[in-house]
């Protein structure tokens, strides 16, 4: 308020001594001549009207601010700034089939491929960018439209020896796989391209036919066993999809697959590489839903010769049950009262019978569940001896209906002498 009075008494006192001055273009236009003006009119003035002229002087000197010196013949500068340059994957997926088509000198492909990694590697292109687009061109011949297809149109060229189009094999898959190491080797930044590449592919299996499924599962396979560089969970993950799932095209493909990592790479690497991918436990989950038991995963894989994958699922299957059985065991014994030993015996044959598990491991799991469920709070270690023995004499038909061999024995044997809740016990 205080402010709005003080521009309001201003404005008159400007207005006033504009009316007073003779010449008002000085007074607005030069700060100079109007503080000189103002000065001369002061002094022809009485003494009553320097009230009214000291503010609009002092107004003016404190508004006036001279001009800064320039230096003649200064070239200002305008500030660079980032310009967007449009997307032209088109162009670059062109310069590319240029490339290898000018190095292509007879039907050595393995020379002509080496022959046209050089020049990708002297020229100066923005595999940055389209690091995508430079493998879409290698698999397809070209970009890749939704589905997997190759985008066509008159005006973009096509590579015609492409991943796609070699032979079904590992070796004619090879020499394009080597190039790609080769590539990124050059350009790290690549892995990713090749990630998303991978991951576009397995998501298009059901637009392709059996042939290129096939050559796409070497090609992965190869990727993995070459160790490039490339994340399983970010390429392996793409093949949990119920659609592709339930018409058994994720199954041909992982058979596939696991044929062709297999042949070069051991079991242990293969178990290494599923559960770097988060798939170690989710096999089953590659089975069409009516198909989802072991009984149709063991003779699937026996019939495309991978025993050793069904040996590792069962297993694994085992360890879990196990597991499942000792929580349910415990859950008998340590109830009050006891479930009666004919009981835990019928449970512990039907897991049995139903999972096919080994009565080695059985034993074991007995012989643990019986010590845990002993209690030692406040007890002497004659005391708890004394326990330990009549636990097993009231739960003895459990380990002697398992314990049928020879080899049976010597194992709970070796496990007693070493079962961790036994030496904590005693």
Known sequence: MICQLCAHVVETYAKRAISKCSDTTVLLGCPRAAIAELDNLRSSTSVADHKTLDPILLFVCMSTKEAKPTLAGAQIKTRKRNIAVPLDPGSFADAVVQIFQDSKEGDDLEKNLQAAVKVLESVELDFSRYGETLFEVLFAGGRMAAGGNVVSEKENKRLDFTVMSAGADRESILLYIKMFQQLIRRRPFLIKSLENTLSKLLKSLDFYDNSARHKVA????????????????????????????????????????????????????????????????????????????????????????????????????????????????????TQDPPTPVDECLAAIKAKKAEFSLADSELVKIIFTVLIDAISTVGKNGQQILSLILKQIKINAKLLTSFTTSGRVESSLINHVQVCPTLLRKS
């Open 218 to 333: 070497i090609a992965t396979a190869r990727v993995f066993s070459m160790k490039i560089g490339v994340l399983p969970d970010r390429v392996l993950m793409s093949l949990i999809n119920d659609r592709m799932i339930a018409k058994g095209t994720i199954l041909d493909f992982i058979t596939a697959f696991f044929t062709d990592y297999l042949a070069t790479d051991s079991m242990d690497d293969l178990v290494q590489l599923l559960r770097k991918a988060r798939l170690d436990d989710r096999l089953l989950d590659f089975f069409p839903p009516q198909k989802r038991n072991l009984t149709d995963f063991d003779a699937h894989f026996k019939a495309e010769g991978l025993t050793k994958l069904v040996e590792h699922n069962n297993k694994k299957v085992a360890e879990k049950q196990l597991e499942g059985l000792k929580t349910e065991l415990t859950d008998m014994i």
